[in-house]
């Protein structure tokens, strides 16, 4: 039996009024959730800013402003940077080293390269970051970790100076 052929689909359908729910009840909750948004990207954009730096983050909101990116941008700020970094937990030098991780294992190099620059920011040493970077040759792979590590010597370097020996 083909499964797949008995699954419907259906295009979103809008959003109706409850019985008893007036247009005016409706508005407040989309004002509240504008707010909420509004709370959380003013939040996040705090946050961006104190881990990479206020030139990244306007070099990366001005690079999308009026563009098709830049709804993206305001999404990223208020979702991950408002509500994911602002948790409690964990401290902002270990969720640096977390993305450090797992920014190498998606092969995110440009990605990557900020978030060595935050993660230096957020106290991490050169040494945490290299050994977390070899770290992951181990579960990503060595082509992972070798490219990985050319961004990070770049970052390290450009920030740090050479490596003492």
């Given at each position: ?66 563009k098709d990116g ?96």
């Open positions: 039996m083909r499964r797949a052929a008995s699954l419907k689909t259906t295009a979103p359908q809008p959003q109706h009024h409850t019985e008893g729910e007036s247009m005016t009840e409706e508005t407040k909750k989309n004002e509240s959730l504008a707010e909420a948004m509004d709370t959380a990207y003013d939040a996040g954009i705090e946050m961006r800013r104190a881990v990479m730096g206020d030139d990244f983050v306007d070099a990366a909101l001005e690079r999308n402003a009026g830049e709804e993206l941008q305001k999404h990223i700020s208020a979702t991950v940077w408002g509500s994911i970094w602002n948790r409690p937990g964990l401290e902002k030098r270990d969720r640096s080293l977390l993305n450090i991780g797992m920014l190498v294992a998606l092969r995110a190099t440009g990605e990557l390269r900020g978030h060595v620059r935050g993660g230096l920011r957020n106290g991490l040493t050169r040494e945490e970051i290299t050994e977390a970077v070899l770290h992951t040759a181990g579960y990503c792979g060595a082509p992972a970790a070798l490219s990985a590590m050319k961004v990070v010597q770049e970052v390290l370097e450009e920030v740090l100076g050479p490596k003492e020996s």
